[in-house]
């Protein structure tokens, strides 16, 4: 009975709430483009979008289909779209990348958009859409860049922009020397179910007491030989699950100017598996020969996919990338990622790239020939 | 005499008779009995001799116990004894109930220390130690020993999708199982996966402030 009475409250607010947002003609998502924008929108659909009661709140999924045109004179490279909804402005924002596109001008081509979001009836809707979606950036295969960028989405495509690059390259040299069993390895021997081993994640920003839980660790280095910029010692509290304020030192060996460091980090558990945990961007000046220290206030939580917690054993550190004052990039190479490590699956996973993992889902479907057609049309 | 039965118009049995001069019978074979006594002259002087025997053997059960009683001359004494069998009768029965009391506690408090000590040993032996500071610390948050710890946006993985909650309200980000994640700024975490219809590389993220 009570549980009647509690889903029929539902279904009232449900409608209530579903009125209200038509009555005020507003739409669920709407996508917005600058008039000057390389991209604009061909079509627009909204596939099997739903919204029920979830608790106290209102549970709204939305998979949106946008097929967007290249209406600019350069191959577009890639592109980050920005998702905001009004409940979460300005702490909270979502984006849609889509790496290695390599459109040319007047192609069109699709970008799906999978959310959810859980807003309380409580809150009071305002003006417009509940989620907007704009371009951030997108990246031309120049390396120009066009966009507002608030995300820092422009190093980011720029990076992953150099890395599909130099795979390419990699993957068409082995092909060129016949080198197949190698070429093969490289794409995960064309089966779909391999990945880099999962973890769940968590980002504390708010500052936490220190517990007597916590184990001060060294950070280890994994270093590449070329990097401008390496790695010195480093330091993090751990407490079971949780790194907290991991910080490390590096030196500029390079004799440019560094404008900012990709810090990457691996993290090891209790069984000795290392897992690529992600990497943190950061703006650090350093001249030539200058020493920083990079740190990280927050607190970062782990666990298995299955939910249960992730004892931290170890934690790494490794430059992902480095900007240079003169805006250009540098990326680890093919000989940096195989002389870094000896363990095989770490290498496996710091040589992993977007476009990597796209050319092995090429491989994947249509095997040697339709890798080598798409390579050669892209180099 | 001879047993006759008072339907008939006989005499009652002798033990009737004896139940009667003891005025034990029941009320209505005593009036039966007492009506034909009141015209049987043996009945009568059976019931006389009955009643002469009782109130004699009465007077010289009267005489032993005065005799008796006239040999214990020392009352305060006797009701001191008395007095203090009863209390130490009373004592003992203390001392049993004690005893028996202590003995349950204690069986009842070694099978709860036991089940509390099995309790323990499952828990550390099943239950990681990461949850238990979790439920230690919600525990205290609870008690309002110690503050929350989050507050502000929390940027998470979720088994459908990566997810930022602020303000109450909580953007995911879907994707599907086989993407990979891992952080991808001070406040955010990214997603990446192969599009199955487009076979098309995605990578989406969520930001926190």
């Known amino acids: 009975m009570a549980s009647s009475c509690r889903r029929l409250g539902y279904a009232v607010l449900l409608a209530v709430w579903l009125c209200s947002a038509a009555s005020a003609d507003d739409k669920w998502l709407e996508v917005k483009f600058a008039n000057d924008s390389p991209v604009l929108l061909v079509s627009f659909s909204l596939g099997p979008t739903t919204a029920r009661p979830l608790g106290m709140s209102m549970a709204l999924d939305l998979h949106a289909s946008l097929v967007l045109r290249n209406t600019g004179h350069k191959p577009i490279s890639g592109l980050t779209l920005r998702v905001e909804a009004q409940d979460l402005t300005p702490l909270g924002k979502g984006s849609v990348t889509m790496p290695s596109l390599n459109v040319e001008p007047g192609e069109v081509f699709p970008v799906r958009v999978d959310m959810e979001l859980l807003r309380p009836f409580s809150v009071a809707k305002s003006e417009g859409a509940l989620v907007q979606v704009s371009l951030d950036c997108a990246l031309f295969n120049d390396l120009s860049a066009y966009g507002p960028d608030t995300l820092g989405s422009r190093r980011a495509l720029m990076v992953y922009e150099l890395e599909a690059r130099r795979d390419r390259r990699y993957l068409a040299y082995l092909l060129q020397t016949q080198r197949l069993a190698q070429l093969r390895e490289e794409l995960n021997f064309g089966l779909p179910d391999f990945s880099p081993q999962q973890l769940g994640l968590e980002l504390l920003r708010e500052p936490r007491t220190i517990s007597r839980r916590e184990q001060p660790v060294t950070v280890g280095a994994v270093s590449f030989p070329s990097s401008p910029v390496q790695t010195m010692s480093g330091a993090a509290r751990v407490a079971g699950n949780e790194v907290r304020g991991p910080q490390i030192d590096v030196r500029n060996t390079s004799q440019k100017i560094v404008r900012s460091i990709d810090m990457g980090w691996i993290v090891r558990d209790d069984r000795g598996r290392d897992f690529i945990a992600g990497s943190v961007p950061a703006r650090m000046q350093l001249g030539p020969v200058q020493t920083g220290t990079m740190m990280e206030p927050g607190t970062l939580r782990f666990s298995h996919p299955t939910g249960q917690p992730m004892v931290i054993d170890a934690l790494m550190a490794f430059v992902n990338d480095v900007e240079f004052a003169d805006g250009k990039l540098w990326i680890p190479s093919r000989v940096d990622i195989d002389e870094a490590t000896s363990d095989p699956m770490l290498r496996r996973a710091l040589g992993s790239s977007p476009e990597q993992q796209r050319l092995a889902e090429i491989y994947r479907r249509k095997g040697i020939s339709g890798l080598a057609e798409e390579l050669r049309r892209l180099n | ?209």
């Open chain 2, 1 to 209: 005499m001879s047993v006759i039965d008072l339907r008939t118009a006989v005499h009652p049995r002798l033990e009737t008779l004896a139940l009667y001069a003891t005025g034990d019978l029941p009320w209505r074979l005593r009036w039966r009995t007492g009506s034909h006594i009141k015209h049987c002259g043996d009945c009568d002087q059976q019931v006389l001799l009955f009643r002469s025997a009782t109130a004699k053997l009465k007077r010289e059960a009267e005489t032993q116990t005065l005799t008796g009683f006239e040999a214990i001359a020392d009352w305060t004494r006797l009701e001191r004894e008395m007095l203090g069998n009863i209390a130490v009768g009373v004592a003992a029965a203390r001392c049993i109930d004690n005893v028996g009391r202590t003995r349950s506690l204690f069986s009842r408090g070694a099978f709860a220390a036991a089940l509390i000590a099995l309790f323990i040993a499952g828990w550390a032996t099943h239950i990681p130690r990461e949850q238990t500071a979790h439920l230690t610390a919600s525990l205290r948050n609870l008690l309002g020993l110690e503050r929350p710890t989050v507050t502000g946006t929390i940027v998470q993985t979720t088994p459908d999708g990566i997810a930022v909650r602020a303000q109450g309200a909580t953007l995911t980000m879907m994707h599907p199982r086989s993407a990979v994640v891992s952080f991808s700024g001070a406040s955010a975490v990214e997603a990446r996966y192969v599009d199955e219809e487009t076979g098309q590389v995605t990578i989406t993220n969520v930001y926190g402030q």
